[in-house]
């Protein structure tokens, strides 16, 4: 297994790619033409105005989205040209479909022009409904064909200000999407290397994110109005390279530092000059906007993963990237990561099968088993000793002593040991016997020496007759 200590190699933007989605921006108008020239009409219209598409960075698995007010919020006033463009058509006049107001050399029809145009009065000649309609699309495989509704709640005063777009209904059921981790601040030093990841187009079979490597231009920290690039080696005009990518699709991707792979700003500008507005601006808007930025399940174990890969433990990536899967199975990055760890496990650059084949083969050594079984058989002996000792009856300690000697026994007879007897007893005393002479009266059977009383003819015991 790798150490836990190695960071993510130099140059990683896998941490964030999974991250990035596309934004459209679709300003959506519902007009209705009061026509008062002729007779009365109602000409109802509506229009669907595309003007802005961008990228941007998933910062919670909720699907809250880091991106520039220009991919949010229109500014042009697309009432003026849903304006132009209804009187165009219902009146058969000639008027530019722009964002500005114009006048017609037909006072009447210029009159219930300028009444169309907003704001609206009491005498308008057309009511307007603008709405604004976001769609993210992230990088997923299949591609999502209707991608999900976000709203803007918070965004910065200029078109290249960061905004913070939330999902309109709630990412329901899974662990949510993957999310980018944000830097806490931007390199100071010149010529530091960074990449930009974006797409400029909509995600599918044959668009994917793209990924271009730029460096950070002197200026310190970057502010409202961005810190350029430029290449140390002066090989690239980078500021041009990254401002025709933001003309593309790439305006608001996410600038990722080169140390650890996190988010250090986002890309603005366009034309000639490409910059990037730092993470301080971000996060500022942020928490104006109560937003909290966090990371999910997803990006613990894609994050475990690709630090196993970049290592080139490529046998101990492969189930991580399958775990990835499992939660969130759309995970363009992880599916690719996952088939070339697959294809390259156990194979020659597969550090993982290196480490195993150095280590020594080593045999257990047998004085872990001996002791093992001298402790044993010790316990089992120790055991048997203690249970012969329980079962064993005890013996007295000292031996009976006899009563006092008596007289001498005679020759051939025993002699008796008398045991002294535990509990105390009491000895009476025995009576003197006084010697009286027999009584005449009292009778014994001359056969057996029966008493006989005094009217008995017969022994009692023995049946002999008595003589009188």
Known sequence: MPVAAHEHPSGITDLVSPAVVRVEAVSHVEITLLDHVGELKHVERSYDLPFAAGTGTVISPDGTIVALRRLAVNPND????????IFAEHHKVK???DYKKHKLSNDLLDHHLQECYPPKTSTATCIIN???E???YPNVSPASADGYKVKCIKAG??????AVLVPLTPLSGGVGMPTAPLADKVPEQAGSPTNVAGFLGRPGPNVAH???IAHLAKGGVAGETGRGFSDPEKKVDEPVKLGGLADKGLVGAPVIGDKNGHVI?????????GKMIGIREVNAVLAAAKVVPRRGAIDTAFEAALTRYHTKYYTEAAPGFQRVLELYPGNVVAAGLLKTSLAKRGGPEDQGTKQ???APVRSTPLWPFILAAGILFIAAGGGAYLLWRRRTPERPTELPQPLAAGPPLDDGANQTVVVRRSQSFQVVPQQQQVMTAPDPAIKYCTSCGMKLGPAHRFCGYCGHPIET
């Open 78 to 85: 697309v009432a003026i040209y849903a304006a132009n463009k």
């Open 95 to 97: 008027i530019p479909l």
């Open 130 to 132: 603008v709405t604004t």
């Open 134 to 136: 976001l769609t993210a």
């Open 157 to 162: 005063p200029t078109p290249d200000s960061p």
């Open 210 to 212: 793209t990924v271009e």
């Open 265 to 273: 700003g986002l890309l603005i500008g366009g034309g000639k000059e």
């Open 356 to 358: 195993a084949a150095s």
